[in-house]
Every structure is written in structure tokens, then in C-alpha cells.
């Protein structure tokens, strides 16, 4: 006898349930406000502009994949000169380690301040001087420098030679 009271007391409240969830149709019609996302602001006029296309460098654009002695840094106020890795630094800071020779076209393999190895041959610019080398003959290479008077001007040239290091004597 206990349960039918409780199904008595559903029942009752059952209407007022459903009439509290507004099962009315003009509720549908109404439009339900909703905050519209502020104005975009335009961004300013740079980033507007595409990109700009590769430079050549020397007439030839640059390979992500090549050495960057390919495309060496400019020297700053002479725009026609380009510096290469090589260029840093005096040549006595430069190690020799293995020379190529008696080839047509000989190379040498140069260990440079920064701990990095380079593979050098003829014409190849090198030294803080803007050398040149001239040639790789036995076991040495030999840097043309241009030596400059305070004004900028050449005054002489001068070969200087770097060799491989002595064999150490005793057999090892």
C-alpha cells in the first residue's frame, strides 16, 4: 500500500514538469542572441607583401644543399668582393694536413681555425689578405698576398708557403 501514493505523487507533478520545460511553439520563433566575434584588425601593410623571389648570387641561385663557399658573405664597403670561409684569418693559423700532387689539377687539404677541413686547389681565394693561391707543389702551398699601404693601395706582392707538418723521425 506504501507504492501507490508515490505513483499518486508522480502523476500529479508530471503535468507541472512538462509545463515548465515551455513545450509552447512561440518559443521557437524567437531569434536567441549570440555575441558576434569582435572586428578583425588588418594587419600592417609589410605583411601584406609576398615574398620576394631568390637573389642569384653571382648570377646562379644559391643550392640549400651546397657548401657555403658557393655563396660567400659580402665584405662590406667593396660590393664587387666576396669572402669566403677561408678568409678569416692570418695564414699561419692554417694547418696543412695532405697534399695531392703531381696531377693535372692538384688540391690540398687545409684545416682551418674553427676546427672545419677544407679542400683547396689553385686560384682559390685564402688568408685574412685576400691571397690567392698560386700553386700546390710537393708537400707545400703557396699563397700570393697583396700587400697594402694605409691608403688601400697595392705595393707589392709577396708569396708566402704553408707545408705539411715533419715527419717525426724514429719511425713513429
Same mark, same amino acid.
Given at each position: 500500500?506504501?507504492? *501507490?501514493?508515490?505513483? &499518486? ?8 514538469? =512538462?509545463?515548465?520545460? /515551455?513545450? @509552447?511553439?512561440?518559443?521557437l520563433?524567437?531569434?536567441i542572441? #549570440? ?12 605583411? !601584406?607583401?609576398?615574398?620576394? $623571389? ?7 641561385? %644559391?643550392? $640549400?644543399?651546397?657548401? &657555403?663557399?658557393?655563396?660567400? +658573405?659580402?665584405?662590406g664597403?667593396?660590393?664587387? &668582393?666576396?669572402? /669566403?670561409? =677561408?678568409?678569416?684569418?692570418? =695564414?699561419?693559423?692554417?694547418?696543412? =694536413?695532405? +697534399? #695531392? ?11 682551418? $681555425?674553427? @676546427?672545419?677541413r *677544407? ?5 682559390? %681565394? ?11 707543389? /710537393?708537400?707545400?702551398?703557396? +699563397? ?22 715533419? !715527419? %717525426? !723521425?724514429? @719511425? /713513429?
Open positions: 500500500m506504501r507504492r *501507490y501514493p508515490f505513483i &499518486y505523487i508522480v502523476i500529479a507533478a508530471l503535468p507541472l514538469v =512538462l509545463a515548465s520545460c /515551455g513545450g @509552447g511553439e512561440d518559443d520563433d524567437q531569434a542572441p #549570440v555575441a558576434t566575434p569582435p572586428p578583425r584588425v588588418a594587419p600592417p601593410a609589410e605583411a !601584406e607583401k609576398p615574398m620576394e $623571389p631568390l637573389v642569384p648570387v653571382e648570377g646562379v641561385l %644559391r643550392n $640549400p644543399f651546397q657548401t &657555403y663557399i658557393v655563396a660567400p +658573405v659580402a665584405l664597403d667593396d660590393d664587387d &668582393y666576396r669572402k /669566403g670561409p =677561408l678568409e678569416c684569418c692570418p =695564414l699561419e693559423r692554417f694547418n696543412l =694536413l695532405a +697534399v #695531392v700532387a703531381g696531377v693535372d689539377d692538384p688540391r690540398a687539404l687545409v684545416l682551418a $681555425p674553427d @676546427g672545419k *677544407y679542400i683547396v686547389k689553385t686560384g682559390d %681565394r685564402f688568408g685574412d689578405k685576400r691571397g690567392v693561391i698560386s700553386r700546390i707543389e /710537393g708537400r707545400e702551398l703557396f +699563397v700570393k698576398e697583396k700587400v697594402r699601404d694605409d691608403m688601400g693601395q697595392v705595393v707589392d706582392t709577396v708569396e708566402k708557403s704553408i707545408g705539411l707538418p715533419m !715527419e %717525426r !723521425e724514429g @719511425g /713513429g
